[in-house]
């Protein structure tokens, strides 16, 4: 498939996946849907792929949902939108937190709407300096969607995430960190460099591990402690048969670097 409103790469274990409709502030229509779909099935086949790293190309990351595909002309009814996020949103969402790899995210200017909670459904998110967090639903009546209303209040508290949905103020990259919405802001003539040493430092280390990793923390919300010691059992006893566990341990022994194969 030919992409034309984002960019997939892919080099030394790392898919870096652009969004690419810098002319509309990378905000997302049908067709970018449909090419980000196709992108995550490629890269969840891949085998050689142990990382993705999501970024935007211009001066903004992703505005959200192009709005001109939601236009109500005088006399139309007003489109279905919980079909477009069961459609569209949704499944991305899903998608990229369950992906058995880590996805790394470099939040390079606006982020609003869908696009900021699309930044936070990633597992590691960085931003530069410049960058800027916007709930705007509420300007246009709506509510966080795209996961922002479960992800938003786990991340930074209820009090904070609440004034976040209902004022649709604009947050800081420094904010973002300061307050454990982010991982880490950067300056921005820093982002893509850092961006791309994590996502090949991530791609080098056991693979299978970490998406345990993200297996049991996305589980603790919904687990009681027992349930969760079980799962850390489990998730243990997986983890104890890779030929990654076993390069660890000899690596250790050796006292040598570990050559993880991701497996």
């Known amino acids: 498939m030919s ?27 049908a067709a970018m849907h449909a090419e980000l779909r196709d992108a995550l099935r490629r890269i969840a086949r891949d085998s050689a792929v142990r990382c993705l790293l999501i970024t ?37 969402i899903r998608t990229l937190r369950s992906l058995r790899l880590p996805v790394l995210c470099a939040v390079n200017g606006v982020a609003a709407g ?50 976040l949905a209902l004022l649709g103020e604009r947050l800081t990259a420094e904010q973002a960190e300061q307050w454990g919405m982010i991982w880490k802001c950067v300056d921005d003539a820093r982002l893509l460099e850092e961006a791309q040493n994590l996502a090949q430092h991530l791609a080098s280390q056991p693979t299978r591990g970490l998406a345990l990793i993200k297996q049991a923390i996305n589980a603790t919300w919904h687990n009681s402690l027992a349930a969760q ?26 006292k040598r670097e570990p050559r993880f194969q991701g497996h």
């Open 114 to 163: 869908a696009g900021a909670n699309l930044a936070l459904a990633c597992d590691i998110v960085l931003a530069g300096r410049s960058a800027i967090f916007i709930q705007a639903f509420c300007k246009l009546g709506l509510i966080p969607d795209s996961g922002g209303t479960w992800h938003l209040p786990r991340l930074i508290g209820h009090a904070r995430a609440m004034a």
């Open 56 to 92: 935007g190309r211009g001066r903004a990351f992703c505005a959200g949902q192009d709005l001109d595909e939601r236009a109500i002309a005088p006399g139309e009814h007003a489109p279905d939108l919980g079909q477009t996020l069961e459609q569209h949103y949704n499944p991305l």
């Open 3 to 29: 992409y034309q409103t984002i960019e997939l790469a892919t080099a030394a274990g790392v898919a870096t996946l652009t969004l690419n409709r810098p002319q509309r502030l990378n905000s997302c229509n």
């Open 229 to 254: 010691l079980d799962l850390e059992r489990d998730l243990q006893r997986q983890a104890g048969h890779t030929d990654d566990y076993r390069e660890g341990v000899a690596a250790f022994m050796a």
